[in-house]
């Protein structure tokens, strides 16, 4: 957390008595993704390593 992020933080707990994480809105990446789908499922089929390295990246598993 940066000194400006805790900085808000403890601002927060002092207005409102508590802090979480705000609610940042839908995922704006699956729509375009499902709008995709045919093609990302048509590539996959015949590439089936594009994907299965991208979903090895450290921190995806």
């Known amino acids: 957390m940066s000194v400006s992020g805790a900085n808000r ?7 409102e008595g508590w802090v979480a994480a ?3 809105g ?9 709008a995709q ?9 015949r590439e089936p390593q594009v994907f299965r390295h991208a ?6 598993a």
Do not use: N
Request: net charge negative; proline share 3%.
């Open 9 to 15: 933080s403890v601002a927060r707990v002092r207005q």
């Open 55 to 60: 979903m090895s990246w450290p921190g995806t």
């Open 26 to 34: 839908s995922d704006q990446h699956a729509q375009a993704i499902e």
């Open 22 to 24: 705000r609610v940042r």
């Open 37 to 45: 789908a045919e093609l990302v499922l048509a590539i996959d089929e």
